[in-house]
Antibody
Framework: QVQLVESGGGVVQPGRSLRLSCAAS????????MHWVRQAPGKGLEWVAV????????YYADSVKGRFTISRDNSKNTLYLQINSLRAEDTAVYYC??????????????WGQGTLVTVSS | DIVMTQSPDSLAVSLGERATINCKSS????????????LAWYQQKPGQPPKLLIY???TRESGVPDRFSGSGSGTDFTLTINSLQAEDVAVYYC??????????FGQGTKLEIK
């Protein structure tokens, strides 16, 4: 079955960098668009970024543009999110998520359990 | 960017009754070339990741009970839960995925039992 396992979260000081990873299994990773979605404590969902199945296109929320970079390694079935210049408002659970359908990019069909990033001095 | 606004922010419904959640987009999410509305609904229970319920505004995801239904077109959409069950207590989100990202979520609607 589809599995998405995030890692790399933790407590980080403001201004530092962090790289999140998402190990995917149970499906043909290279055939699906992948997303990062975050959720601040007690708050709603915020879509963060998406990468096309082949890595050819990447898009970001305005709130993270210029600081976050989404990437993927289809040979390793792994999705990444590089986060630079961390701010207190980046504190959230970060979910790795897969498109519902192959090749398309749109609705999210599967979600990981999330990894918590806490930005604090 | 497209802004998604849900109403109400919270509601309480009796077991066995109907719950209705609304979602409005700041611009149409209907793609005229295929007549599809690029709108999804998700359910998030406490301590869990979200779960896809509905896509293309009205297509139920596999395994989702048929008491969940989606309707609407253009800018106005509705998620209806018939015969509310205790396990339906959750926060519900709409999301648009129309053309070029960003794909934005509504602020969420918290559903409780009255």
């Amino acid at each position: 079955q589809v599995q998405l396992v995030e890692s790399g979260g933790g407590v980080v000081q403001p201004g530092r960098s962090l790289r999140l990873s998402c190990a995917a299994s149970g499906f043909t990773f290279s055939s699906y668009g992948m997303h990062w979605v975050r959720q601040a404590p007690g708050k709603g969902l915020e879509w963060v970024a998406v990468i096309w199945y082949d890595g050819s296109n990447k898009y970001y929320a305005d709130s993270v543009k210029g600081r976050f970079t989404i990437s993927r390694d289809n040979s390793k079935n792994t999705l990444y999110l590089q986060i630079n210049s961390l701010r207190a408002e980046d504190t959230a659970v970060y979910y790795c998520a897969r498109d519902r359908g192959q090749w398309l990019v749109g609705e999210v069909g599967y979600w990981g359990q999330g990894t918590l990033v806490t930005v604090s001095s | 960017d497209i802004v998604m606004t849900q109403s109400p922010d919270s509601l309480a419904v009796s077991l066995g009754e109907r719950a209705t959640i609304n979602c409005k987009s700041s611009q149409s999410v209907l793609y005229s070339s295929n007549n599809k509305n690029y709108l999804a609904w998700y359910q998030q229970k406490p301590g869990q990741p979200p779960k896809l319920l509905i896509y293309w505004a009205s297509t139920r995801e596999s395994g989702v009970p048929d008491r969940f239904s989606g309707s609407g077109s253009g800018t106005d959409f509705t998620l209806t839960i018939n015969s509310l069950q205790a396990e339906d207590v959750a926060v519900y989100y709409c999301q648009q995925y129309y053309t070029t990202p960003p794909y934005t979520f509504g602020q969420g609607t918290k559903l409780e039992i009255k």
